[in-house]
């Protein structure tokens, strides 16, 4: 990700850029790397703060890079505003401000930085199109964790992601706490609380545990209902579900059927979109996850989806009856579907025989078993088995 932005940066100004994924993945810190690196005269500035900021903030930071631009007309100069989701209406704000720089001829490059994906998309969606160009930082993959803390297989299952949390990883109750308070109550707190209306936060934090705890298995919403305390409808749970997945947290995938309304009224399937969100409220030691062969299973199921997630156009399960796959693939117009196994699974597939022959995909993949090794899989750009 660093080298995209950093490309971007060096570009001759076109359009801005938006950093868009959950907290604690590197967009801060890329940025910052990126303003040591690219040579050009910047401003950073932070909205991140409880009390909030108005769309003063925003236009006082912009004229300090306008500014910064003005003394640099050659080379231009960098504008960095993180979190410029909290700023209500900051995307009306940002659109005047751009236009201007536009018509003046201001060599001013702009990158938006955004820790709830959701929130930061329908604010491009409503007032940038054709401004902008969008940079994803998903939770960082099985090949990062690698290549950053030396992390097998195993570890990577079980500890996810969070490259924030990996120094913690050697004591497990405080790197428990540091996910389940810094990260995932932040999230809700601050991102998703905080920046749109819920009417019953309680209902939503209970529909987080419940997806960690139910993560790679299909739920239907009523049973859901069932298992949850404060009372509340199936259309709520649909719109919390989708509120907990634009923040990167959780999210309910959708029934594979060739039909968008089918789709639509399909009990989901829950997925954690870091597989260290579900050993975290486990309350399970590294050592106990990995001799409970369900657990474990769930982890292996989950950390292939959240891969796939990254990359899919749209994810979606199937199941008719006994027979299932896992994961399916919408990409363009191609469909490729995956069955993954563990200790759990038999190395049988009658779920791939039945979809294919029932909605022809392009191709049917088994991941883990006889298939493609599942460390090769989460060490592969999800791309490559879609192509």
Same mark, same amino acid.
């Not at 930061?120 to 401004?131: I, K, M």
């Given at each position: 990700?660093?080298?995209?932005?950093?490309?971007?940066?060096?570009?001759?100004?076109? #359009?801005?850029?938006?950093?868009?994924?959950?907290?604690?993945?590197?967009?801060?810190?890329?940025?910052?790397?990126? &303003?040591?690196?690219?040579?050009?005269?910047?401003?950073?500035?932070?909205?991140?703060?409880?009390?909030?900021?108005?769309?003063?903030?925003?236009?006082?930071?912009?004229?300090?890079?306008?500014?910064?631009?003005?003394?640099?007309?050659?080379?231009?100069?960098?504008?960095?505003?993180?979190?410029?989701?909290?700023?209500?209406?900051?995307?009306?704000?940002?659109?005047?401000?751009?236009?201007?720089?536009?018509?003046?001829?201001?060599?001013? +490059?702009?990158?938006?930085?955004?820790?709830?994906? &959701?929130?930061?998309?329908?604010?491009?969606?409503?007032?940038?199109?054709?401004?902008?160009?969008?940079?994803?930082?998903?939770?960082?993959?099985?090949?990062?964790?690698?290549?950053?803390?030396?992390?097998?297989?195993?570890?990577?299952?079980?500890?996810?992601?969070?490259?924030?949390?990996?120094?913690?990883?050697?004591?497990?109750?405080?790197?428990?706490?540091?996910?389940?308070?810094?990260?995932?109550?932040?999230?809700?707190?601050?991102?998703?609380? !905080?920046?749109?209306?819920?009417?019953?936060?309680?209902?939503?934090?209970?529909?987080?545990?419940?997806?960690?705890?139910?993560?790679?298995?299909?739920?239907?919403?009523?049973?859901?209902?069932?298992?949850?305390?404060?009372?509340?409808?199936?259309?709520?749970?649909?719109?919390?579900?989708?509120?907990?997945?634009?923040?990167?947290?959780?999210?309910?995938?959708?029934?594979?059927?060739?039909?968008?309304?089918?789709?639509?009224?399909?009990?989901?399937?829950?997925?954690?979109?870091?597989?260290?969100?579900?050993?975290?409220?486990?309350?399970?030691?590294?050592?106990?996850?990995?001799?409970?062969?369900?657990?474990?299973? +769930? !982890?292996?199921?989950?950390?292939?989806?959240?891969?796939?997630?990254?990359?899919?156009?749209?994810?979606?399960?199937?199941?008719?009856?006994?027979?299932?796959?896992?994961?399916?693939?919408?990409?363009?117009?191609?469909? #490729?579907?995956?069955?993954?196994?563990?200790?759990?699974?038999?190395?049988?597939?009658?779920?791939?025989?039945?979809?294919?022959?029932?909605?022809?995909?392009?191709?049917?993949?088994?991941?883990?078993?006889?298939?493609?090794?599942?460390?090769?899989?989460? &060490?592969?750009?999800?791309?490559?088995?879609?192509?």
């Amino acid at each position: 990700m660093f080298a995209t932005a950093l490309a971007r940066a060096q570009e001759p100004r076109g #359009v801005m850029q938006v950093l868009a994924g959950p907290r604690q993945v590197g967009k801060t810190t890329v940025a910052r790397q990126v &303003l040591e690196e690219v040579g050009l005269p910047s401003h950073f500035a932070s909205a991140d703060d409880p009390a909030g900021q108005d769309r003063e903030w925003i236009r006082q930071h912009w004229e300090v890079g306008r500014l910064a631009a003005r003394e640099s007309p050659d080379r231009g100069a960098l504008l960095v505003l993180d979190e410029v989701q909290k700023v209500e209406g900051w995307a009306n704000v940002v659109k005047g401000l751009w236009d201007e720089d536009t018509f003046a001829g201001t060599n001013l +490059r702009v990158f938006l930085l955004g820790s709830a994906p &959701l929130l930061v998309q329908r604010g491009l969606g409503e007032s940038l199109a054709g401004r902008f160009e969008l940079i994803r930082f998903p939770h960082w993959s099985f090949a990062e964790m690698r290549e950053a803390f030396g992390w097998d297989l195993s570890r990577y299952l079980f500890f996810g992601g969070y490259p924030g949390a990996a120094p913690l990883a050697g004591d497990v109750r405080r790197w428990r706490a540091y996910v389940l308070d810094s990260l995932v109550e932040t999230s809700i707190s601050r991102d998703v609380l !905080l920046m749109t209306r819920v009417d019953k936060p309680a209902l939503l934090r209970q529909l987080f545990r419940l997806a960690c705890d139910y993560s790679g298995q299909v739920l239907s919403y009523n049973k859901m209902l069932g298992q949850l305390q404060d009372a509340g409808n199936t259309t709520t749970l649909a719109h919390y579900l989708e509120l907990l997945g634009g923040a990167g947290l959780v999210a309910g995938i959708p029934k594979y059927s060739g039909s968008r309304v089918r789709q639509r009224g399909s009990s989901p399937k829950l997925l954690v979109l870091n597989t260290a969100l579900m050993s975290a409220t486990s309350g399970l030691s590294y050592t106990d996850a990995k001799r409970n062969a369900n657990l474990w299973g +769930r !982890l292996v199921e989950s950390a292939v989806g959240a891969h796939l997630w990254t990359s899919a156009d749209d994810l979606h399960y199937w199941r008719e009856g006994n027979l299932e796959a896992d994961w399916v693939v919408i990409r363009g117009a191609d469909v #490729v579907a995956f069955e993954v196994t563990s200790g759990r699974r038999k190395d049988s597939l009658p779920g791939l025989a039945a979809f294919a022959k029932e909605h022809s995909p392009k191709r049917t993949l088994l991941v883990g078993g006889q298939g493609i090794p599942l460390e090769e899989f989460l &060490l592969s750009d999800p791309a490559r088995w879609l192509a």
